[in-house]
């Protein structure tokens, strides 16, 4: 049993933890910080609670706030990011928001301390360096499990290209994962959010560069979205369902920077780069034509899986594909690619259209890349 973890993030996890967590982290912060978010995140008070909170540290000169990042954040908004950054000379970099608010924060945490655009890395797949600003991510929603990871999710909309940044100095320095600041996200979300972290548990769990370790993190995480998410789908205001989809989010995180996730993923860049779909509706259109075509390439696994996520004994395609069809019934529902636009022609335009390491799934290989998507179109 041989293998190597990292988890180089300070974590805070705990509901109502926000104030005392960055008090405790008052040395992380000088001069002047900035804090990445929505728009939403603005309306909703999110980045002035924070900026206050920040502003009485007693190294801080004074915040700076970006709130101009959108869904599947783009390029543009973060070279404009950087160039605010770099013009108020800032040294610390807030992200608070979803995956897309906190991608974005890490990414121009590297930009802001290379003192350049992002281009280079997203195009070239280079590596930041340590020149990277100190990241603080502060999640609002329990899905992408970024504040945990070393990856920037980013589009660009005028080349149709969505991919990653990626390097070990995209980690956070500090996570602070309140789960109360998860309670005002819609239904439509959470469920979306909360289908990301049954992906990253069940990715991150076949995935060739699994371990001892991340197998149990990914068995936990399956079974408290099986039991949490349908939950939150019958009540909103669930407060302890939403604490411990935050918790499993959390860990898939810890799990992206270990054993990274296989083709479901990968695949669902050149849909949201299509069509600006949330990364979670992607993922739900892939699934089911997904595990039908490679439950062989693992099935011992694929079927731990389905017993975690319907609590009965699967021991076939069949019964694990029910799972997860009855599961997606009563949470996130059932999108497909043809409702998004695509047609039987397509297929051969997304698989051409993914990269990254595909190899990591047990079934990786183009050929499959391409019969997934023709089947997930003609469902």
Same mark, same amino acid.
């Given at each position: ?19 005392? /967590?960055?008090?405790?982290?008052e040395k992380l912060f000088s001069g002047i910080v900035l804090i990445v978010s929505t ?18 540290? &007693? ?17 543009d908004e973060v070279n404009k990011g950087i160039d605010i950054a770099i013009e108020n000379?800032? #040294? ?6 979803? *995956? ?61 290209? #969505? ?15 309140? &789960? ?11 469920m979306e959010t909360g289908f990301d972290v049954l992906a990253h548990a069940v990715e ?6 699994? @371990? ?18 349908? /939950?939150? %789908?019958?009540?909103? @205001? ?33 849909? *949201? ?6 990364? *979670? ?7 089911? %034509? ?32 029910? /799972? ?20 039987? #022609? ?15 799934? &047990? %079934? *990786? ?9 023709? #089947?997930?179109?003609?469902?």
């Open positions: 049993m041989n293998f190597n973890l990292s988890i180089p993030t300070r974590i805070h996890f705990g509901s109502g933890i926000l104030k005392d /967590a960055i008090i405790k982290e728009e939403d995140m603005d309306r909703l008070g999110f980045t002035k609670i924070i900026a206050d909170i920040v502003n009485s540290l &007693p190294n801080v000169e004074h915040t700076v706030q970006y709130c101009n990042i959108t869904a599947n954040p783009k390029l000379n800032v #040294k610390v970099v807030i992200g608070v928001g979803g *995956g897309s608010a906190l991608d974005a924060a890490k990414t121009i945490a590297a930009g802001t301390g290379a003192k350049e655009h992002i281009d280079k890395y997203f195009f070239g797949g280079i590596q930041p360096d340590e020149r990277t600003l100190p990241i603080v991510a502060i999640p609002t929603t329990s899905g992408t499990g970024s504040e945990m990871s070393k990856s920037g999710i980013l589009s660009c909309t005028e080349k149709k290209i #969505k991919t990653g940044v990626r390097g070990e100095n995209l980690y956070p320095s500090v996570a602070i994962v309140d &789960p109360e600041l998860t309670y005002t996200v819609p239904m439509r979300i959470t991150s769990y076949l995935s060739k560069a699994s @371990n001892y370790f991340t197998h149990i993190l990914s068995e936990q995480a399956i079974a408290i979205v099986a039991k949490e998410l349908p /939950a939150l %789908a019958g009540d909103i @205001n669930n407060h302890a369902a939403r604490e411990k989809m935050s918790y499993a989010s959390m860990i898939m995180g810890i799990n992206l920077g270990n054993a990274s996730t296989v083709l479901p993923h990968r695949m669902q860049y050149p849909i *949201g780069a299509l069509t600006d779909t949330s990364h *979670g509706t992607g993922l739900a259109t892939i699934y089911p %034509a997904w595990i039908d075509l490679t439950y062989s390439y693992a099935e011992n696994k694929w079927n731990c899986i389905g017993k975690l996520l319907s609590g009965k004994e699967c021991t076939d395609k069949h019964t694990v594909y029910n /799972a997860f069809i009855d599961f997606m019934n009563k949470t996130c529902g059932r999108p497909k690619l043809k409702d998004l636009g695509f047609s039987g #022609k397509d297929a051969i335009i997304l698989a051409d259209m993914v990269t990254g390491n595909i190899g990591l799934d &047990p %079934a *990786g290989s183009k050929e499959m890349v391409y019969e997934i998507y023709k #089947k997930a179109i003609a469902e």
